[in-house]
């Protein structure tokens, strides 16, 4: 019922998202859109999963009328003062096994660039998520082997915490710097190359504080990840990307990516500030360290 709802509405808000986009493309100001999934897969539905068939019918979809770009480009998109090209951004959080079996193939087949957030801890003991127990079925997470193939593949491999934490609810600065940048040492050492993005768990405002953007900032990373549901306005400071859930069904997704006026002007109150970084600053791998002591001592 959802689905024939969402699609009724945009059938009759039709005319207008064309007039929209033609507004924006305009006036170089068509905002860029980075999606997040989690876990593609046939077995154990749930509200973090998306079918196999479901997924290539995005990607198809995706592919018609929109440029797939990577996260570096999505950022430059933002942060230039005019543009023009619808663009999306892809992206995973977690660090499901199953993407091994299908998600990652195909988007290598069609030779689509993403980036792929994992929490470490799991990675290294093989352990279920919280909440997948809690849903009552034990998931496997990524292996290294398996990261270390995507990352051959041209998939980006980025850091999302080593426990899964709410950092909005974490108040001592050593723990939020090690769950940040102990994610992303973990990474470079099993990678042996540089870390470049940070996606928050869970990714709503009450996820966040300032402390914890601080802390990616000072640690000299290109940028983070939210996931409230927002786009990225060229001419931006880019530090901060948006994202937009993806795992609900293609009217969903169709829904947002046309250009609801409704959902072009942010809702949210943030509980930070978006710290101004040097953009010509590049992070050395394996620094995590140094940082860690820098940012603690």
């Not at 018609?64 to 619808?86: G, N, S, T, W």
Request: contains cysteine; proline residues 5%.
């Amino acid at each position: 019922m959802k689905e024939q709802l969402l699609w009724l509405y945009r059938q009759v808000t039709r005319s207008q998202r064309y007039r929209l986009l033609d507004t924006l493309r305009y006036v170089g100001q068509v905002p860029v859109g980075i999606l997040f999934y989690h876990r593609v897969a046939d077995t154990h539905s749930n509200p973090w999963t998306l079918s196999r068939s479901d997924f290539s019918r995005q990607l198809d979809w995706l592919q018609k009328y929109f440029d797939i770009v990577d996260l570096e480009e999505a950022q430059r998109r933002v942060r230039m003062a005019h543009c023009e090209q619808p663009t999306v951004s892809i992206t995973f959080d977690d660090g499901y096994s199953e993407n091994a079996d299908f998600a990652i193939p195909e988007l290598v087949q069609r030779k689509l660039p993403a980036t792929y957030f994992v929490s470490t801890d799991f990675v290294r003991t093989g352990a279920s998520f919280p909440h997948d127990l809690e849903a009552g079925t034990a998931l496997a997470p990524n292996t290294i082997a398996q990261l270390r193939e995507f990352a051959e593949q041209g998939i980006e491999i980025g850091a999302h915490t080593r426990t899964h934490a709410d950092l909005g609810q974490v108040q001592d600065v050593g723990r939020i710097v090690d769950e940040i940048l102990g994610s992303v040492h973990d990474l470079e050492d099993w990678l042996e190359g540089t870390v470049r993005y940070f996606a928050f768990p869970f990714g709503q405002p009450q996820n966040m504080t300032q402390a914890a953007v601080d802390v990616v900032a000072r640690a000299g990373l290109a940028g983070f990840c939210s996931a409230y549901g927002a786009w990225n306005w060229p001419n931006s400071m880019g530090f901060h990307l948006r994202r937009i859930h993806a795992d609900p069904k293609l009217e969903k997704l169709k829904n947002w990516l046309t250009y609801d006026s409704r959902k072009l002007c942010e809702q949210v109150e943030l509980p930070f500030v978006e710290p101004r970084v040097d953009r010509r600053a590049k992070r050395q791998p394996n620094n995590s360290e140094h940082c860690f002591q820098t940012l603690v001592g």
